[in-house]
Every structure is written in structure tokens, then in C-alpha cells.
């Protein structure tokens, strides 16, 4: 069987691709290791950012995917005391609210079933051939047997620890790694953010609640990267959340999950080789402190589209060549926001991390996004993403 791109992997980035793709007539097969309903139900990110819903306006899908707009507030509170930063919109339209999973959910109907394209969930085995001088194969098993696909070029969409990035031989890729020393526990609990998001600075240590739907929200507590479910029963996350949000006001709700996400920054580069190109988090991962890693993925997704798009419809390379050049720059500007702000959330908090110098130091980082015009701006910009796109 023969295609023109096969997309390993159905999370946000593959299904955005596929979706890409198939509206400029690219033929491509998307193959996913887990089944529909598990793709649909899965819940990460909150935001889509500036720059994504310019995206999606541009490919024309920005009103069949995403939700409405969103209020650009961030409480940050310092031991119990808020303080409103409203993000700086004078150049665009707003981001939106859009969960990870909506929009998952959202791109899952429009492809497969507005536009009929080919997912394949469900299968195991994935096996990558890229060698130089023959056309790339991808095989995989279903529970009809084994399979094998032809194709001019293979995108991995599979996160970190698929078989895309793995296929590529030693010594190819340079790995860049920063390891913070800590985690977060992420708990989805059943009660709304009833004001603003927060990202709560407390000598006990970081706390976030984000919004995610009507009903839910997701908190974020900094712990020991060792901390695992037995040592966080939900009374504890509870009392956590009172004391480091200094309100005894809040009120023991339902905790749907416990996830525990080691604190850390990765980029592979470059992030392709022959005729396989990575995306999303399979080439690189983000502390989720900037809420960058779907709106990282997102951006690769929209480069690789426009070139792929060229080199299958009109026989031009150039852009694909360019392909991990064009995006890695962009890639380190989101890891350099996620990591000044996981370092000045959690500096600014527990001064038995990192002393009382850099608590004071970086509490003075986040006045000046109160105090400062101008980084009130850079801020802004980071926040929408569209600091990313003048290039
Ligand atoms: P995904 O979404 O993980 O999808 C990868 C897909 O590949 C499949 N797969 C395979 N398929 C076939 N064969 C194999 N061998 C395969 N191996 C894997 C998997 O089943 C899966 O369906 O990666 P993608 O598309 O690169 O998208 C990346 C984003 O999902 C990720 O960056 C974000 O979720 C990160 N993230 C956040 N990003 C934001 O922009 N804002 C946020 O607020 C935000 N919060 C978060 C997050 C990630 C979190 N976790 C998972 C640590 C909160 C959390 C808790």
C-alpha cells in the first residue's frame, strides 16, 4: 500500500497535521498505538495561544475546532496576596479556551469524520524504515495481520517515548537537556476556577489552579521529584492548596487523577533525518509552567504542513530541508519563557530550594511585570506566542 505521508501517532500534533494535510489534498495515513475512545478522553493542556488560533484562522478550521475566546488574566499571588496581570492584546485577536481534549475531539470528527481520513487506531509494532536510497516504509499489526506502507516522507507524532525518534541512528541528534530538581503533582479536581488563573508563589512552595471546562480545574503543586500517589492522598492535596493559596476558604472537591511531571526541558536537534521528521514532544519536552507544550507542538505542525504541502504537491524540497532550521529558534524562545517562568514561580516560593537571595530576587522579577511597562510587554508576547512568527 502506498502514500504520501504516513503520521506516526494521533495526539494533538498528528491529528492537526493529518487535518492540515488533508484540506490541501496530501494523502497521508495517521497510525495510533492506543484506541479511539482513550485518544478522545485524554486531558492536558487548557490554552490554545495567539499564535495557534492565527493558525488555525489561516488553514480555515480556527471556528470548527476551536471555543470561544479567552479572558488573558493571570492572578499571581505571592503568599495569599494577588495581584491581576491582564495580557497586553493591541496586536491581534485573543487565544482561546480550548482543552487539550476538546480540541482533540474536535479535530478527531472533523478529519475522520467530515473529511474521511485515514486513522488507524489500535495498532502495535510500529517499525520505521528511512534508509537512504529507497522510499521510506512504515509497518505496523492490527488484528488483521501485519501491514506495510510506502510512502515519500514520515512524520513522528508520537511523543517521547515512540518509536519515531528512536529510529534514529546514534550520533545523529544532539539531545539539550535541563533537569529543575523538583516536580508537580497535577491533580484535576471537580470545582471550577471561580476568578482569575492562578499561579501562586508560597514559601510552602508553587500551587497553580487553571481552568479546565465548566466544571473542573487543575492544580499544580511543586513536591519532591521522588513524591509518588502514597505520599499525596487527597486530604493532603487539600490542605496544600488551603495553605499555599493562604484561603481556608476552599473546600475539598473530587480528584479525578493525580499525574506526577518531573520538572524538565528537552530539545532534540535536529529534528529530522532522510525523510522521517519529528514533532511536537518527540523532539522536544517543556516544563508545563508556560503552558507552551501543545502551542510548541502546534507550531511545528503549521512549518512541516506548509512544507510538506510544497515538496508532495509542487516536487519543492527547500522548505522541508529547512525544515528543523526554520523551527529550532522558535523552539528555544518557548524554552527560555517556560524556563524563566518555572524558575521565578518556584524561586520566589520555598527559600530552603534555593536560598533567600534568589526568593527575593525573583519576587522583584515578578513586580516588574506590575511595575514595567516594557516587560509587561515581553510577557504579553510570550503569552500569545506571537513573539514567535516575525522571523
Ligand atoms: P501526544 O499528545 O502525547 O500524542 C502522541 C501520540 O502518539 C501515540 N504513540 C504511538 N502511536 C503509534 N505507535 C507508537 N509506537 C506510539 N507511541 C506513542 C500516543 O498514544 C499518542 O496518542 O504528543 P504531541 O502530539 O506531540 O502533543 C504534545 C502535547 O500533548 C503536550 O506537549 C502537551 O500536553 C503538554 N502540556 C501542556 N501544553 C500546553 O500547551 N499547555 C498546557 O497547559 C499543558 N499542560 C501538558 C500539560 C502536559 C502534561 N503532561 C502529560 C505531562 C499538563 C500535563 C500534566
Redesign the pocket.
Known amino acids: 500500500e502506498e502514500t504520501a505521508v504516513v503520521i506516526?501517532?494521533?495526539?494533538?500534533?498528528?491529528l492537526t497535521l493529518a487535518t492540515f494535510l488533508r484540506t490541501s489534498g496530501v494523502a497521508c495515513v495517521v497510525?495510533?498505538?492506543?484506541d479511539r475512545a482513550h485518544?478522545e478522553v485524554r486531558q492536558?493542556?487548557?490554552?490554545v495561544d495567539a499564535r495557534a488560533v492565527r493558525m488555525f484562522e489561516q488553514w480555515g478550521l480556527a471556528d470548527k475546532l476551536l471555543a470561544g475566546p479567552l479572558a488573558q488574566t493571570i492572578d499571581y499571588r505571592v503568599n495569599g496576596v494577588g495581584r491581576i496581570f491582564e495580557t497586553i492584546e493591541d496586536d491581534g485577536s485573543p487565544g482561546r479556551f480550548c482543552t487539550?481534549q476538546m480540541l482533540v475531539n474536535n479535530l478527531v470528527r472533523e478529519l475522520i469524520d467530515v473529511m474521511a481520513g485515514d486513522v488507524r487506531f489500535s495498532?502495535t509494532d510500529?517499525s520505521i524504515q528511512n534508509d537512504e536510497d529507497r522510499r521510506p516504509r512504515v509497518s505496523y499489526s492490527d488484528a488483521a495481520g501485519s501491514h506495510e506502507l510506502v510512502c515519500d516522507y514520515i512524520v513522528g507524532?508520537?511523543?517521547e517515548?515512540?518509536?519515531s525518534r528512536a529510529s534514529i541512528p546514534d550520533g545523529v541528534l544532539t539531545r539539550y537537556s535541563h533537569d529543575f530538581g523538583y516536580a508537580w503533582l497535577?491533580a484535576l479536581v471537580e470545582a471550577p476556577v471561580t476568578g482569575h488563573p492562578i499561579m501562586g508563589v508560597s514559601d510552602h512552595g508553587f500551587v497553580a489552579q487553571?481552568p479546565r471546562g465548566p466544571q473542573r480545574s487543575r492544580y499544580y503543586l511543586q513536591c519532591a521529584l521522588s513524591d509518588g500517589p502514597a505520599d499525596w492522598p487527597d486530604t493532603r492535596i487539600w490542605d496544600e492548596v488551603r495553605l499555599r493559596l493562604g484561603d481556608n476558604t476552599i473546600e475539598n472537591a473530587v480528584v479525578h487523577d493525580k499525574?506526577f511531571?518531573p520538572m524538565r526541558s528537552v530539545v532534540y536537534a535536529p529534528m529530522q533525518y532522510r525523510n522521517l521528521f519529528l514533532?511536537?514532544?518527540?523532539a522536544h519536552l517543556?516544563p508545563?509552567t508556560g503552558?507552551?507544550?501543545?502551542?510548541?507542538?502546534l507550531y511545528d505542525v503549521d512549518v512541516l504542513a506548509r512544507a510538506l504541502v510544497h515538496a508532495v504537491r509542487d516536487h519543492d524540497r527547500a522548505a522541508l530541508d529547512a525544515y528543523s532550521s526554520t523551527v529550532l529558534p522558535h523552539i528555544w524562545k518557548y524554552q527560555e519563557f517556560s524556563a524563566w517562568m518555572t524558575d521565578t514561580m518556584h524561586d520566589a516560593g520555598d527559600p530552603t530550594q534555593n536560598g533567600t537571595f534568589r526568593q527575593m530576587a525573583a519576587r522583584a522579577r515578578l513586580d516588574n511585570l506590575f511595575d514595567s511597562p516594557t516587560a509587561a510587554r515581553l510577557h504579553s508576547e510570550y503569552q500569545r506566542g506571537l513573539n514567535q512568527c516575525r522571523r
Open positions: 506516526v501517532g494521533a495526539g494533538v500534533s498528528g497510525l495510533e498505538r492506543i485518544v492536558r493542556a487548557g490554552v487539550q495498532v510500529v507524532c508520537d511523543a517515548h515512540g518509536v497535577a487553571l499525574d511531571v514533532v511536537g514532544d518527540a517543556l508545563p503552558a507552551k507544550g501543545m502551542n510548541l507542538a
